[in-house]
């Protein structure tokens, strides 16, 4: 895979990509075990201090002569609520689509079946499809290409080797043959996968292909790319939290980040680029926030809700700027299906355990964003091929190769055309 890569990259010699490569990958390494240390440094404080309170409660509550059992077991039951195996249970029956999706004629639609899903193998399951007809089944994915405007809805099944269901879902697919505006300014907003510059890079060529004019807002381009119309705000390790509170993280500037309102603020940032508008934002995060959640408890009361929270504050804050601002909010890639590329992270996160928080994180955006106005789930999650198309070694346990940013941004592109 890594040599296939090296293949397809257009502007690096070998020997290039191999060390720009393992650059990236070390200071990726680096960035997760300066992450982890702090962690554990804040857990084991705060472990310490919490028996410090309770070793000084029952010493107050023995001097009164009272019985101290219930009041201490009321605080651990509020500090660490169990997650019910019921809600769990009922999430892993559902599927990782948005009620409504949105295609564009002419541009493929591709859904890989075990990214629909919360399983991470392909074995003792089959899937079945009904789209009236449309398009094509395979062992591991549906494909269309849409030819006209029309609505096609998409139902989804899986079974296990027993034949029980274990599955399904569905989502009506609503095509446009023309979009709205004869032109469209995008800013694209993410982490690593945004950062590599391949996903936009693929935006513009289909744009061009099209004859439609597409420009790119953002301070950051890909040199290897060589094209300084491919342009976004994507930072290796970024989180939503990082946007909102943090003004510089490592060597990266955070240009959303005000630093008389110390937070993040997107008027601040168009003033600062001279830029006097934006017709949609996409927001490409959620790697990084729910990554290294352990446990189904962990992820539900702490993970995901303080990157819903976080998200939430970016969104608004755009809509202040300008209400009419059509934001797509892509659902959290997975990763690979490969555990040989999670070896890198020791026993810290499995293949399993991140396919797992990546798949409940997607459930709580689409139900989260259902309540919100002028904002689009875009399900960017099911275009990647997991199995065939991640990078190699390493980098490849989260991060596409070439091919899969460019599937991810095909279906993208469908999307966004169609909204606007």
């Not at 395979?138 to 029309?150: G, I, N």
Request: hydrophobic share 35%.
């Amino acid at each position: 895979m890594e040599n296939n890569n090296q293949q397809q990259h257009r502007h690096l010699s070998r020997s290039e990509y191999r060390e720009y490569e393992k650059k990236r990958h070390a200071e990726r390494r680096k960035r997760w075990r300066r992450k982890r240390a702090i962690n554990y440094l804040i857990n084991g404080s705060l472990i310490a201090a919490a028996v410090g309170l309770v070793f000084l409660f029952d010493f107050l509550v023995s001097l009164q002569d009272s019985t101290p059992a219930e009041t201490p077991t009321k605080v651990v039951e509020q500090q660490t609520p169990d997650t019910s195996e019921e809600d769990m249970a009922q999430a892993s029956f559902m599927v990782a689509l948005p009620e409504k999706s949105y295609a564009f004629a002419g541009e493929p639609i591709t859904y890989q079946f075990l990214n629909l899903t919360g399983y991470n193998s392909l074995e003792n399951i089959r899937f079945e499809v009904n789209t009236g007809g449309k398009g094509k089944v395979y062992e591991d994915r549906w494909e269309y290409t849409p030819k006209k405007a029309e609505t096609v809805t998409f139902e989804f099944k899986a079974f296990n080797k027993n034949d029980k269901k274990i599955c399904e879902g569905k989502t009506v697919i609503e095509v446009k043959e023309k979009s709205e505006k004869k032109s469209l300014t995008l800013l694209v907003i993410g982490d690593s996968t945004i950062e590599a510059g391949y996903e936009t890079e693929k935006l513009l060529a289909l744009a061009k292909e099209d004859g439609y004019s597409l420009k790119l807002l953002g301070t950051q381009t890909a040199p290897y790319l060589k094209d300084s119309d491919n342009r976004y705000e994507g930072y290796g390790g970024w989180s939503a939290d990082h946007y909102i509170n943090k003004r510089v993280v490592g060597d990266s500037l955070n240009p959303f980040y005000n630093p008389t309102t110390r937070t993040f603020d997107f008027t601040y940032y168009m003033e600062n680029q001279w830029y006097t508008s934006v017709d949609c934002v996409c927001i490409q995060l959620g790697i990084n926030d729910v990554f290294s959640a352990t446990s189904d408890n962990e992820l539900m009361k702490n993970y995901i809700p303080l990157y819903l929270k976080q998200m939430d504050r970016i969104i608004e804050n755009i809509h202040q700027y300008d209400p009419n601002i059509k934001v797509v909010w892509n659902l959290v890639s997975p990763g690979s299906v490969n555990q040989e590329k999670f070896a890198i992270y020791s026993t810290m996160q499995t293949a399993e355990r991140y396919k797992r928080n990546s798949f409940l994180a997607n459930l709580e955006i689409i139900k989260h964003v259902a309540e919100l106005k002028n904002v689009y789930v875009a399900p960017t999650n099911a275009a990647l091929d997991t199995v065939k198309d991640m990078a190699g070694s390493g980098h490849g346990a989260v991060h596409p190769a070439i091919r899969g940013y460019q599937d991810i941004a095909t279906l993208l592109y469908g999307f966004i055309r169609a909204i606007n």
